[in-house]
Structures are given as structure tokens and as C-alpha cells.
């Protein structure tokens, strides 16, 4: 666990989320309806965070998908900004500091931070999961880790059809 600016523990409970998570899935396997209630859950859940949604692989882009936030970017080239290479490079990308980042689309000028995690289907990236925060380091390690779990889920629970989006 760790403080944020004003020194208040920031905790977020992933064990209840990804309980929640499964049983949106096991409701509702539909990858578009997963991807709407999982953004939502997200934004609902995690503290200083601003948008929390997906892009899906559409050919030789990702478009967006489901999201909570302000209106976003609809298309991202392929190794561009940070869902772009997290694309690309096939990994989960950790950015404290998105002005430090080059190349870094800003969709929403309040954002500072900003974690991306792939999402796989037959051993392809499908989409990516996008969360910004306005807080400058907001991502953590545990974080991290969790947020692989949570994608790990919809990987598992949700069949995702190659650059579409939709259950089979």
C-alpha cells in the first residue's frame, strides 16, 4: 500500500473487483457488455482515476471501445503513444508521468498517469485496457499485477473474435 499526495492510504480492493468482474462475465458473457461493465467497475473502484476503458484491435489501428471518462481518442496507430506501444511491444506499460512519455497522446489534458495492459486472444492482442489518472505516479507495481489478473479474467471467461470484438 502506499499514501498519495495528502498522505491518506490509498487501497484499492482488487479481490472484491475481480469477484465482481466474474460474476458481470458469468452474467453477461458478451465482450461488449463485459467491456462496459468492467470499465465502469473500474472507474467506480480505483481512487484517482479518470478514464478506465478499451481499445480494440481493428486491422493495423485500435478504435475505441466501451470507457468511462471525457469523449477519447477513436483511432491509435499501431506503436503509438502509450496504448499504442504497450500494443506493439505486446506488455503491460506503466507510465508515472505521461508528459515525460514521448509520444504520449493526450486525449484529456487533466491526465498524468496512465497504465495499459494487452489483452490476448489465440496468442494475438485483441485490445488493451487504458486507465489515466490525474495524479502523477498513480500506478504501482500491485497495481500492476492486479490489473493483469483482472484482464487475465476477461481472457479466460470472455471469447474475444480476432480484430471484431464479439463473442463467438
Not at 508521468?97 to 489483452?119: L, N, Q
Amino acid at each position: 500500500m502506499r499514501s498519495d499526495i495528502w498522505g491518506i492510504l490509498m487501497r484499492t480492493d482488487y479481490d472484491t473487483i475481480i469477484m465482481q468482474l466474474k460474476a458481470l462475465i458469468e452474467t453477461e458473457p458478451n465482450v461488449i457488455s463485459v467491456m462496459a461493465n468492467a470499465s465502469a467497475l473500474l472507474m467506480e473502484s480505483m481512487e484517482h482515476v479518470n478514464w478506465a476503458g478499451f481499445y480494440l484491435v481493428m486491422e493495423d489501428s485500435l478504435k475505441v471501445g466501451p470507457f468511462q471518462g471525457k469523449p477519447a481518442c477513436v483511432l491509435i496507430g499501431k506503436g503509438k503513444g502509450v496504448c499504442g506501444r504497450a500494443w506493439a511491444e505486446d506488455r503491460t506499460i506503466v507510465v508515472p508521468d505521461v508528459h515525460a512519455f514521448p509520444g504520449h497522446i493526450a486525449c484529456d489534458s487533466a491526465s498524468r498517469s496512465e497504465i495499459v495492459v494487452p489483452i490476448h486472444q489465440e496468442g494475438d492482442v485483441v485490445a488493451v485496457l487504458d486507465i489515466d489518472s490525474p495524479q502523477i505516479n498513480r500506478f504501482s507495481e500491485n497495481d500492476k499485477k492486479w490489473l493483469e489478473r483482472f484482464v487475465c479474467l476477461m481472457e479466460d471467461l470472455v471469447v474475444w473474435r480476432k480484430r471484431i470484438g464479439t463473442v463467438r
